[in-house]
Nanobody, 127 residues
Framework: QVQLVESGGGLVQAGGSLRLSCAAS????????MTWFRQAPGKKRDFVAG????????SYADSVKGRFTISRDNAKNTVYLQMDSLKPEDTAVYYC????????????????????WGQGTQVTVSS
């Protein structure tokens, strides 16, 4: 298990950008598949983006493809989510999640697949 702390959320107008960060503890960050999920009020927690241990493979939910970019810097134990062209429907609490082992780009991840979670960071997009 790894400890995760998200940051970078805030209030932005539609069409704007935000960059979220997730800082991880420990010496074995590179062993973990990393993902971002989000949860809006009254909704379940849904997958947003995932990245492989080496950072070469990524996947995205259809709703964010072409607008969001996930990346990682293993030397800094950090994963990022660059969010561009934000829409009001992107408003949610965004969570970082980790799972030890390989990344499956064609697998539909759910929150049950991850044992380590951050506390979340609020993203609000105004219209």
């Amino acid at each position: 298990q790894v400890q995760l702390v998200e940051s970078g959320g805030g209030l932005v107008q539609a069409g704007g950008s935000l960059r979220l960060s997730c800082a991880a503890s420990g010496r074995t960050f590179s062993m973990y598949t990393m993902t971002w999920f989000r949860q809006a009020p009254g909704k379940k927690r849904d997958f947003v983006a995932g990245i492989s241990r080496g950072g070469l493979s990524t996947s995205y939910a259809d709703s964010v493809k072409g607008r969001f970019t996930i990346s990682r810097d293993n030397a800094k134990n950090t994963v990022y989510l660059q969010m561009d062209s934000l829409k009001p429907e992107d408003t949610a609490v965004y969570y970082c999640a980790a799972r030890e082992g390989p990344f499956s780009a064609n697998y539909y991840y759910t929150e049950r697949d991850f044992g380590s979670w951050g506390q979340g960071t609020q993203v609000t997009v105004s219209s």
